[in-house]
């Protein structure tokens, strides 16, 4: 894994995540899993607002999910589109084994797109995804 944690991180556990004594199973607070959680992060924009002004909101993606996740970025990819250019279902799903899993449904494709727009705000949004944790101790 190479994977490191991130450059604002206060306390890191280790110089890479695939030697973390917490990235171990066993080492969460409760149950088998691990203390360092695995995941995504996707950045959702409201679709019935304009994408110049739309607010963008956070979604934490369990490691349970990330298939999900791959396959939406495979199917844009292979439509030769970004992912801005699709207005996407996110929804909740109940799941026996991990709670629930997240899926993302393309629901269509925004053809007048303004590229100038959707490049803007999708450079806002990775750097949005950067943004390390928030420190919840201060």
Same mark, same amino acid.
């Given at each position: /894994?190479?994977?490191v944690p991130h450059i604002? %991180? !206060?306390n890191p556990q280790? /110089?890479?995540?695939? /030697?973390?004594?917490q990235n171990k199973w066993g080492t969460a607070l409760r149950g088998k899993g691990k203390a360092? !959680?695995?995941?995504? !992060?996707?950045?959702?924009?409201?679709a019935n607002v304009p994408l110049k002004t739309a607010p963008m909101f956070t979604a934490k993606i369990p490691v349970t999910s990330l298939n999900t996740v791959t396959a939406f970025t495979s199917r844009c990819s292979?439509?030769?589109k970004l992912s801005?250019?699709?207005?996407?279902?996110?929804?909740c799903v109940e799941d026996k084994k991990s709670f629930f899993k997240v899926h993302l449904t393309l629901k269509e494709v925004t053809n007048d797109m303004d590229m100038e727009q959707l490049? %803007?705000?999708q450079d806002q949004a990775y750097e949005l995804a950067m943004q390390p944790?928030?420190?919840l101790d201060e």
């Open positions: /894994d190479d994977t604002e %991180a !206060r280790s /110089d890479s995540c695939g /030697d973390c004594p360092c !959680r695995e995941g995504a !992060r996707v950045i959702v924009v409201p292979q439509a030769g801005g250019e699709f207005v996407t279902q996110l929804s490049l %803007a705000k944790y928030p420190r």
